[in-house]
């Protein structure tokens, strides 16, 4: 922390202020997977929300470490609602480098961002495709009509579903100029429009029960041409390069986890100083098997820290080396969620039968780790990309 630049430290200070807020409502939410918008009110009101939106829409314009700095104390008070909100932080981070929407149209979610505090988020995972990071066609399609388009399908997990202003549906399109055998897109869909209905489905899940990951149906909706964006033929890549497109996903979502992984450490090693049983007469924090374990979860947290600051801290400082990367942000990743598995683990037997309880936070931080786990790339994709960039292949 003694590197930060002052508003580095505003950044943290303000995501400490919105996580304890957070965290005091996270029991409640969690036990009745609810959605919290008084979470989302604090988010809006305190301007957390404009820090990603470029300044030349009315945001502050922050990089990646700066978000990543926020997420992870973010989800130090609620993972869930941390995890969704970085559904619209890592989304407009990445557009503000790339580019690649038209410019009115980037500019008004932005400023929709920033003035109001819109959320916007991307509705791509289906029943029959699952995860779309590796590749696949989606059942929802968007025929034309008219000037603009009609789209119908069925989206599932769809982070912030009930606060959401924009859901950024993926769908398949038609044969057409330039596209003989169809292509993709995305469609940009205002909550609201007729024809889009959520249905709950996520609060009874293993983890982030209040992050209202919801499914999306589509009947007809209406959408404008302008407003279905990154158009390509079918078996055509993304013209984004491949660290480009995964950097502000992989490390802010790293960033996360990380955060809900030292929070299980932090509440165990806080639990491990008060408790002291009559047989014992003094804290179990002063047991050195205790001792052991606490050390060891912050060893694996701060390993993983290190990297994810480092890799970070260079996406920002060397736009040209950007690609090269990519070993270093599937490590960081890697590293971070799996130290979140495992400092939770861990938590949970330094508190014994207590950590099964909700009586202590160590329970809903175990299962929530486990989500990290989801999000690409997964482990197997990740060790392999670091492995070939090892072996110089």
Known sequence: MSMLTPRQHEIVALADDLAARFAARAPQHDAAGSFPHENYADLRESGYLRLVVPAEYGGQGAGLFEMAL?????????????MAVDMTVHLIGRLA??????DP???????EIAGEGALINAAASEPELGSPSRGGMPATRATPQGDGWRVSGHKQFVSMAPALRFFVVSVALPPGPGMPEGGTGNAIIRAGSPGLRLEETWGDALSLRASGSNDLWLEDVPVPDAWLVDRRPAGVAPAQKTAVMNAWFALTMAATY??????ACDAAGAYARERAPTALGRPIASLSQIQRRVGEMQVQLSAARALLHETARSWDAAPEGRE????????????????????SDQALRVAGGFGLTRQLPLERYFRD????LTHPPGDDAALELVGRAAMGM
């Open 97 to 102: 480098e790339a580019r690649s929407w038209p």
């Open 369 to 372: 780790a486990r989500a990290g």
């Open 105 to 111: 149209i980037f500019a008004q979610v932005c400023r």
């Open 258 to 263: 990380l955060g809900v992984g030292q929070a």
């Open 70 to 82: 926020a997420q992870e104390h973010l989800a130090r008070g609620d993972g869930s609602t941390a």
């Open 324 to 343: 090269a990367l990519s070993p270093m942000i599937a490590a960081a990743k890697y590293l971070c969620t799996n130290a979140a598995v495992s400092a």
